[in-house]
């Protein structure tokens, strides 16, 4: 009887531990299952990517876009396939202000199949609304959530996934001056960073973009696109952890 139990709470830790090893390789920021991931790119230059998530929403490239021209700045939009179906003058507005667009998921659903058809289908569908708004096939990929699972290498079809390696304060008491200062403070040579500023509830990240480019100036980066910052950096020191 109490071998059983042994064995019983034996399997239930492996089982448990195994579980947890495959959500944090599904989630990892520099690793994919059979692909390379761009999350950080070393780089001798003071160099740092600005990255976008979800939408395009008006109301987000409204905010956004301006601050972006008055810095000169060039940026990453990681778009939604449906989003973009929905709102194609949004994508227009973005490449022609010289931006790039990123393949972002046709629906934002975490992907997490063994098959590659569902990614395909996602990443093509997605493809087809961009170059319908006119803009240019993505070159990069960011999976929803930054999930990333075995189907997914065989339906890259040449896109390089693309994560970060800084993300937003989730947390951010001291308002839109603080929540800058933060993502000011953690950028290094080579940076990815991901801001969420496309919808209603994202003032305060809308509202921190100034100080965000001022401060990144500041500290004398100059901020460009994820694939001039992949292009730019040292091509045997891309993270790939
Ligand atoms: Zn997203």
Not at 54 to 79: Q, S, Y
Not at 164 to 188: H, I, L, M, Q
């Amino acid at each position: 009887m109490k071998r059983r139990w042994i064995v019983a709470t034996a399997l239930v830790v492996t089982l448990t531990g195994a579980a947890w090893g495959l959500k944090a390789a599904m989630q990892a920021r520099c690793w994919a299952f059979g692909a390379p991931v761009l999350c950080r790119i070393e780089s001798d230059e003071k160099l740092v990517a600005l990255s976008f998530d979800d939408g395009p929403t008006r109301a987000g490239l409204d905010a956004i876009l301006p601050v972006l021209a008055k810095h000169g700045a060039r940026a990453t939009f990681f778009v939604i396939g449906a989003e973009v179906e929905s709102y194609p003058d949004g994508v227009r507005r973005i490449a022609a202000a010289g931006h790039e667009v990123g393949n972002h998921s046709f629906d934002h659903r975490r992907m997490i199949s063994p098959f590659s058809t569902a990614y395909r289908d996602a990443l093509a569908h997605t493809d087809r609304a961009i170059a319908a708004a006119g803009a240019p096939q993505p070159k990069l990929f960011r999976p929803p959530y930054g999930i990333k699972f075995t189907g997914l290498a065989r339906a890259l079809d040449g896109k390089t996934i693309a994560m970060w390696d800084f993300e937003e304060p989730v947390a951010r008491p001291g308002g839109a001056r603080a929540y800058a200062d933060a993502v000011v403070a953690a950028a290094r040579p080579g940076s990815i960073i991901l801001i969420h500023p496309m919808y209603a509830s994202r003032t305060i990240e809308r509202e921190a973009l100034p100080h965000v480019l001022t401060g990144l100036k500041s500290r004398g980066f100059r901020i460009v696109t994820v694939s001039d910052l992949a292009a730019r950096g040292r091509a045997d020191a891309i993270s790939r952890r």
